[in-house]
């Protein structure tokens, strides 16, 4: 089959021909049809230092996608040849304390495709049955292909109290841009969101922001927002270091700050001032909720009250992977993602 | 002034006339602009065996309203002459264990407007400072003189986890119909109402319910919605047993049920089969939480993502009690409102 | 092998001769040690109406055990022969809303060892490794036979707010037992138990009720302890209509009443006045959360803060189940468990 | 009166003669018996640089404090000449978001006595009726006067889940000896603390650790209880940046860290590493729940779960500050005390 992969260490990635994916007994096969390119796809194909002390090539790369079930292991009993279907992405023991707990989504012992096994930038790719998702027959293959960043997205906004709050969302790349629309349907009372970028911003309004702004103006529209008390909730989205600083001041006191964007190294914080004295409760967002989270997502995409495919901005087939990293790397694009057949 | 009077036991209420309140050193005497009316005021109107049991007559009724403050006693820092404002109608001791804990909504020792003290259906009331709810200059009297009944539906929908959820709304009254809106605007999955009136149907299509029907039609309804599981969340807005019981049957195992409407009498329970093997939990809704509430039902209503004037169906002056009492109790009526002045 | 069969549908137990279990590749075997003897046996062993609506013979009854692994499918990996291990007896779908977000505990799939399907009441049982829980070293067969209903009693006291609270515990047979302990080590302010048997009151003594009394007494101790508001948690351990009435009664405003006994028949109860105007949470009780509640469990053993030891009065082989179930239906009993091997 | 007074700005504290308070129509008189002395009386007495910006002398210092009451102002209802009372130091305006939704101990308008207007080293301080908090008749004055920093311990503690937990907490000073004993009594299954010097350690086995150690062995003393994993929860009570370092490092992958140790300056963290990928969530602790935090404070104290006497270690005349402020700093003490009369 063709997979883009990662034949050895060092920087790009090769679409090339390797052998079909053979299945466990407990594994389906699944045909791709639609791919989403995330920034950990740009960290391995950039081949940073995160990726050098990571991945181990060669190593078809990819995480996002939809596609159709085409081969079942005999020990699976709830997927069937022809379903459609996306995944969690992350594969764990479901032995440990965290998984037997309700926290699967970090679990110690976790592989993820694309990162620490095949991924899915490929013709097939096997997967575990229980990390399978099935999708609305109304889901489209794209949508269903960024189902991943969705519920990251979905995590982030919807493990703060959503309803009613005054939001600020720090980083419109499309994980940020997801959260704008899940924060509008959910009842925030405010949105407010920030970019340095003014294509994403206009996406961040077009998902439903009352206030897209430059980080610049942040502080000013959160301040007329609120009475000058600041959000209730801050999803800081963006891994910058100034955007991170900028949410442990907007913040309120007594407020919520989901972190979710990762910065690149260590950050200087106040703790006296900004997380001690203000009473803050800061939450680390990783994956998804296994499954709450995509019951979610699920269930916002049926209602129609949802929609996540303004975000979507440029689509290429697999033997552009040039061009889609160079869209990402621009910061112009909203979502990329790979049309694999 | 003019006040609407319980002059002594037994049924009906009497416009007469009445001194002017006056007011304490920590209270503020509003002008009453809009007041509505609720089915207390009509249990006390009929003179029931509730009312019999718990009003002290004469006494001005009405726990509903909104206007203008007019006197402040010299106490009060964060209420002027001039401000417009409704009120919370629970007087609390502040002082009790309930009270210092975030629960004042259930303290042992309210005293509520138009029950246990003269109330609002008069051209002025006096009110503790610590009572007053300011209204943004865009809410109108109107909305204003309902936020008490629109404040119950707020508690009900809002302690539940509504994002996402499928909803069950057992009973279309004013309160009812404003919780359908209310979980619309919160990112419910799917509303189902039900209620044995079409008109109140009607309103509750017309405030967001995916699906409106008659109780008979409610059980096929969630289970067509729910794959035959069940609503992750019932609101039980009627107090009538057959609606309780079919809440109970209805909410999914490890699902919720909020409990506002009263029902008249005892009511026979399986709670082997119905609360205990199902793993539900039930809360029971009484007031508004104080002030979370308050604060919540404001962003909506600023925001503009729920709208509660298709639910006022009707307005009368004064002097039509017995006109409001009569199109109350005829079943047919949304909201219900006094145009005081 | 040896084992305690249902025979045919009518009363008794039968000790007889039965073929070994055969595990499936997913499942061990288990050589049992001790088994608790639990209220749903004895529903079993008596035939009643919920028994003859449930169970299907031939069946080896018993649902609560300890024992070695002796034997373990090719799919397992976690568990290895020579083990010692007791099992969560639920066996659920793992795949459905309910398992997927953390309820698996009501999940609408699930079989019960010695109800739905061969149970431990015998020299060896069959179990799917998912539900076998390892032992510590220091725990005997006899208290890691009765992880069952002590996890009942966990799961009833930790899902409320036990540090600082006032506690009243209606109910004090074998898991009402438990919860006392549980209480105590998790610091409740004061705990109230009551019972209408002597014997079991001074177990409750001995497992650190401060207050162990007749439910004719439990009132006034309520009333004593909370300065006449009543207390803040209820866990209800009898399933007798009297005291989840009292229960409704001496539970505080805003309080938490947890569902653990199982009333026989539908039950009158005032929701207006006990459930809504109180604002009070009702929580039903059923099984164990998986796992949350074991590893709680095991915490506080491994800990020595709790110990059941005392609560185990009888102790029998297996061909005493007469004997057994006379002492149990008696009331006089503790826990009583068969030494099986 | 007598009374502890910064008089200028500048080091040092005098004892000198100022007049009796004057108490306004909602305060009352108290007479101090007790008053225990806090890090930011030294801060103050040192006159460093966060001193400096804050107070604004002349001030009488000191902000915890156990007393009689000798005069009420005519509007307090609930408070009695006699009554032996603390009080919560933290003047709130009782009106704003924050004190509106419970969250009174971050409201943006705190006074602190001691700090922004006159506190208890004094032989009598006015302070508001609404912030008294009566004590129980076995509750002795020099505990009372202790309540302040016990109820941080408290608020620290209790906001974390503690039964059955396994907890680090980091420093112990007085407050992280207050949080030892509140964990033993709730019902924590393990408990780690750590310091750099002895007497503090042994202090915290007397309070109930199970491991008090050097924190360059807490890392081994962690792993080896938890499997390698990390505790569920730390409560860190240092403020020094080598601690909180470790307390990100040594909680478990989903866990829990409370902060309420004060960092003299700003510290660089590794949020991706420590905050986001392990999917942690912090918790900034600042002041007690008003009054939550007072309420399970008072309930275990009358429980007698916990004790927190061990922990005061000196106990100093007024005209003894030098003294007690060396003690402090030589971090050989546990709580130091004034005794006032």
Request: hydrophobic share 45%.
């Amino acid at each position: 089959m063709r997979a883009l992969v990662k034949p050895t260490a060092g920087p790009g990635l090769v679409l090339t021909t390797v052998p079909d994916p053979v299945i466990r007994d407990d594994e389906v096969l699944i045909r791709v049809r639609c791919a989403g390119v995330c920034g950990t796809d740009v960290h391995i194909y950039e081949w940073d230092r995160w990726a050098q002390g990571r991945v181990r090539p060669p190593l078809v790369v990819g995480h996002e996608f939809a596609g159709d079930v085409v081969e079942v292991g005999h020990l699976v009993t709830d997927v069937r040849i022809g379903d459609r279907v996306t995944a969690e992405g992350h594969i764990v023991d479901g032995r440990c304390l965290l998984c037997r707990t309700g926290n699967a989504h970090v679990c110690p012992h976790t592989r993820i495709i694309g990162v620490d096994r095949d991924g899915c930038f490929a013709d097939y790719i096997a997967m575990p049955a229980t990390n399978v998702w099935h999708l609305d027959d109304t889901t489209s293959y794209e949508v269903g292909g960024i189902h991943d960043p969705m519920g990251n997205a979905f995590h982030t906004a919807l493990t703060a109290e959503i309803p009613g709050a005054n939001v600020l969302i720090t980083g419109c790349g499309p994980i940020g841009l997801f959260a704008v629309g899940i924060c509008k349907a959910a009842g925030a009372a405010r949105i407010i969101a920030s970019d340095v970028n003014e294509t994403r911003l206009a996406l961040a309004r077009r998902m439903g922001a009352h206030d897209a702004v430059h980080p610049g103006a942040a502080g000013a529209a959160v301040r007329a927002a609120t009475d000058g008390l600041g959000v209730d909730v801050v999803l800081e989205m963006s891994g910058v270091p100034a955007a991170i600083r900028q949410a442990l001041e907007l913040v309120r006191v007594g407020g919520r700050l989901q972190m979710l964007g990762i910065p690149a190294a260590p950050l200087e914080v106040d703790f006296a001032r900004d997380v001690i004295f203000k009473g803050i409760t800061i939450y680390g967002v990783v994956g998804r909720r296994m499954y709450d989270t995509w019951i979610a997502m699920s269930r916002f995409l049926r209602a129609g009250i949802f929609d996540p495919t303004p975000v979507i901005t440029h689509r290429f087939p697999l033997d552009a992977v040039d061009d889609a990293m160079r869209v990402i790397t621009s910061g112009e694009a909203g979502k990329v993602v790979f049309e694999v057949a």
